[in-house]
């Protein structure tokens, strides 16, 4: 039931673009995102609800392909801040209330 | 305004010692309430979570239990450590089913020694 990440690790120079993807084996009800620098609380990203559903917080956006039971966050023009480490939550339809999340993506923007 | 308290922030204890780590939430009700454990360089490994009063969910058999004896208060506890419950624990919780942001505390270090 965990969702599966993938990379697990990605360097970028200032400047360049990421993709993170998430993927389910069962279906989903809801994809969420965060970040989480080391140490710290993860901080939300956004939340997906609908297949096919896309959402933009600045230069970072996200889709939910549904039948395909995926998402994928999208790191446009990476700047130094967007270092830390990438999870994905999972929700699954039909009464289960858990939210259980990936191993994480660590991403290291260099100047 | 939503927030969670989680202490203490950092734990140092000898292997053997029970635990009691406790969270608290204000400003929303019936919340879903989660403990995640991340050991180092790890992902978030959901240990428990609980959708109402005494309704306690077990993801990992462990060495660990939960409890919640209020609505918006989750306990983590052992009643003896291992070296092997080191790492950082993160209480969180979201709405029931989980549609909207999960607000997550700012974590206890443990350390056992």
């Known amino acids: 039931q965990q969702p599966v990440q993938s990379p697990q690790a990605v360097i970028l120079r200032e400047g360049e673009d990421a993709v993170i993807n998430c993927s389910s084996s069962k279906a989903l009800y809801s994809v969420h995102w965060y970040r989480q620098k080391h140490g710290e609380a993860p901080v939300f990203l956004m939340i997906l609800l609908k297949g096919g559903e896309q959402k933009g917080h600045e230069k970072i956006s996200a889709s939910f392909n549904e039948k395909k039971q995926q998402s994928s966050l999208y790191l446009t023009a990476s700047q130094l801040s967007y270092s830390g480490t990438y999870f994905c939550g999972t929700a699954q339809p039909g009464g289960s209330e858990k939210l259980v999340f990936g191993k994480g993506t660590k991403l290291t923007v260099n100047p | 305004s939503q927030t969670i308290h989680q202490w203490p922030a950092t734990l140092v204890q000898p292997v053997g010692s029970p635990l009691s780590l406790e969270c608290t939430v204000e400003g929303t009700s019936n919340p879903n309430l989660y403990w995640y454990r991340q050991a180092a360089g790890r992902g978030l490994q959901l240990l428990f979570y609980?959708?109402?009063?005494?309704?306690i969910s077990s993801e990992v058999p462990q060495n660990l239990s939960a409890s919640r004896p209020q609505d918006r208060q989750f306990i983590l506890s052992s009643k003896k450590l291992l070296l092997s419950d080191s790492g950082f624990y993160l209480c969180?919780?979201?709405?029931?089913?989980?549609?909207?942001?999960?607000?997550f505390g700012q974590g206890t270090r443990l350390t056992v020694v």
């Open positions: 969180a919780w979201s709405s029931i089913p989980p549609n909207t942001e999960a607000f």
């Open positions: 609980s959708v109402g009063i005494g309704q």
